[in-house]
């Protein structure tokens, strides 16, 4: 069969790479064209366009890039429609995946599958309307999504399992690097790099994730570091995301005493005896690593945040962690309360020796107990190809 995905952003090609994986083991003439990155291009088809191009955050950023955004939008709803895929499978980024979905629906007869749904649940929940019309099957990979789908909404979905969790659990199963092979491994590849970082060593690791935009790291990095180089038997290692040049980088942790492990947030997180994490996926593959953290994350008019957050906004929590456990495990800095006092403070709760740290430990088990033990590409490969065969082509393998 014919499969056509949109990822726009880099957690979106992991997670799009490792389902074409699957497709293909199910589905021997699976052919792939897609608008995603490097990790699907790997897994074999046509890459249209990269996320790279299509990534903008913010009001302004978007605003600035409208005439970019709705050139690659007609670029995307014209390719579709030439190559007349079996199946359109969008992965997260709505505001884009959302204008595809509704263009298919009104223009064509594709079938149009979401796989990592739309966190509504969180922000614009008046999309489900949208979503409900226009997207055939959903899948979704976080536990608590099936209620507010289902019996919020009416609207079923498929619970595939979560494939954060699963790509944790098989990267720990098969690493075995030493700290110090680790270090040597990162300073051989930033010895070629325009970065000018310091060298990993030995010591303890605080290890910085900062967010995988421009804007998240230049809002949470700088206070990050000032919080953490209090902690001066630690050393401070910055997981470089894909998407961001060295050269930006380079403005933040050059002079300072932050090293640099680009791509490398798994074997980081091997190593890191606590974390400092934005909102996101990593906050989730910080506790699969089980390692204490503490969420930051910086906004603009905090105070107006604080009130958004509390009378608006319809969840409790920012991270996922807390999301999947209903209660707060790790300490969110959010708005008005995120400051480098109160990072440092936090910080230093769950550095090793502490009573809070093991509690937090502790209450991570309650989150991998609650995501379960699929392996959620498999399982929405499966029901993807099965549902194809028998609701639309009468397609046999």
């Known amino acids: 069969m014919k499969y056509y995905l949109i990822a726009g952003e880099a957690s979106g090609d992991l997670h799009a790479s490792h389902l074409m994986h699957s497709l293909k083991k199910i589905d021997s003439r699976a052919e792939f064209r897609f608008f995603g990155g490097d990790l699907m291009a790997a897994e074999g088809g046509t890459c249209v366009k990269h996320y790279k191009e299509l990534a903008y955050m913010g009001f302004v950023p978007v605003l600035l890039h409208l005439r970019t955004i709705f050139k690659n939008m007609a670029m995307c709803k014209h390719d579709i429609t030439v190559w007349q895929p079996d199946v359109v499978i969008l992965v997260d980024y709505p505001g884009f995946n959302l204008n595809i979905a509704n263009y298919l629906h009104t223009r064509t007869s594709i079938p149009v599958y979401y796989y990592i749904s739309p966190k509504i649940w969180a922000w614009k929940e008046y999309r489900i309307k949208s979503i409900k019309r226009d997207v055939d099957e959903l899948f979704s990979i976080l536990p608590f999504e099936v209620a507010f789908y289902e019996h919020k909404h009416h609207f079923p979905i498929h619970y595939v399992g979560n494939p954060t969790a699963d790509e944790v659990r098989r990267f720990r199963s098969g690493y ?13 590849i930033n010895a070629n790099s325009s970065v000018k970082a310091v060298p990993i060593n030995t010591r303890p690791i605080i290890a910085l994730l900062a967010g995988s935009r421009k804007q998240e790291i230049k809002d949470n990095l700088p206070a990050m570091i000032v919080a953490a180089r209090r902690y001066e038997n630690y050393q401070m290692v910055l997981a470089g995301a894909p998407s961001i040049d060295d050269d930006y980088y380079a403005r933040f942790i050059e002079g300072t005493e932050v ?35 503490v969420v930051c994350y910086e906004t603009p008019v905090p105070h107006l945040i604080r009130f958004a957050f509390n009378h608006i906004i319809k969840v409790k929590y920012i991270s996922l962690v807390n999301l999947i456990a209903d209660r707060e495990i790790v300490p969110e800095l959010l708005a008005d309360r995120f400051s480098e006092t109160n990072i440092a403070s936090e910080l230093g709760k769950i550095l090793p020796d502490s009573a809070h740290r093991n509690h937090m430990l502790q209450a991570y088990q309650e989150v991998h107990r609650r995501l379960g033990n699929e392996v959620a590409p498999d399982n929405a490969a499966r029901i993807m190809v099965s549902l194809l065969k028998e609701n639309y082509n009468g397609y046999s393998d």
């Open 176 to 188: 075995h690097e030493t700290q110090a092979d680790f270090a040597k491994r990162m300073n051989e």
């Open 259 to 293: 090293r640099l492990a680009r791509n490398e947030t798994y074997a980081l997180l091997s190593h890191a005896k606590a974390a400092l994490v934005t909102s996101g996926t990593a906050t989730l593959e910080a506790a699969m690593f089980d390692v204490p953290q």
